[in-house]
T-cell receptor, first 116, second 116 residues
């Protein structure tokens, strides 16, 4: 079984500041890793995913994340945030192959609030 | 673009009622999922289905059942609604390619259900 810990439930930042949203996972097998974003009153959208290869992955809206196997982390970063980035962000993991087991395990979410 | 449509954005029901939440996807995806989302708890998987008429329990199936008679439609049923089932419900779908789970899930906009 796997688990995901998002270390900050809320992150307030000022516009144009850099931001890092932290995610650690626990798993006995290798995993695929995802970041999703949820804007107010909407469903979740995929920001980026790590499957294999380069540990730095780039996503939409200027976000990127770095997979660190030794620290079992997958932190999300953006060098300069906008007001429109205000949303809740979810980190998720899934085992690569498991028969019918396509389940994503989600963290509890980090609410990013960008202030002017 | 993948579209996952949930039949209602807001729904108000009474305790003891049988409640149906409907979800339709238009991309011929094999996998479909129902989650509930509560503040501070993130997303928790209720049930998922990897094929027509196939279903598996997620992490919190108690008090719920599901139906998948057609590939594009996945229904969540609250057999006898209770106030602790007041929540946001999210449906998602994903393709199944070689039974590998690297495909992201696509989410509907959610149904905010209130049980009075």
């Amino acid at each position: 079984a796997q688990s995901v810990t998002q270390l900050d439930s809320q992150v307030p930042v000022f516009e144009e500041a850099p931001v890092e949203l932290r995610c650690n996972y626990s798993s006995s097998v290798s995993v695929y890793l995802f970041w999703y974003v949820q804007y107010p009153n909407q469903g979740l959208q995929l920001l980026l995913k790590y499957l294999s290869g380069s540990t730095l992955v780039k996503g939409i809206n200027g976000f990127e994340a770095e997979f660190n196997k030794s620290q079992t982390s997958f932190h999300l970063r953006k060098p300069s945030v906008h007001i429109s980035d205000t949303a809740e962000y979810f980190c998720a993991v899934t085992p690569p192959r498991g028969g019918s087991n396509y389940k994503l395990t989600f963290g509890k979410g980090t609410l990013l609030t960008v202030n002017p | 673009d993948v579209k996952v449509t949930q039949s209602s954005r807001y729904l108000v029901k009474r305790t003891g009622e049988k409640v149906f939440l409907e979800c339709v996807q238009d991309m011929d995806h094999e996998n479909m999922f129902w989650y509930r989302q509560d503040p501070g708890l993130g997303l928790r998987l209720i049930y998922f289905s990897y094929d027509v008429k196939m279903k598996e329990k997620g992490d919190i199936p108690e008090g719920y059942s599901v139906s998948r008679e057609k590939k594009e439609r996945f229904s969540l049923i609250l057999e006898s609604a209770s106030t602790n089932q007041t929540s946001m419900y999210l449906c998602a779908s994903s393709p199944s390619i070689n039974r590998v789970s690297n495909q992201p899930q696509h989410f509907g906009d959610g149904t905010r259900l209130s049980i009075l």
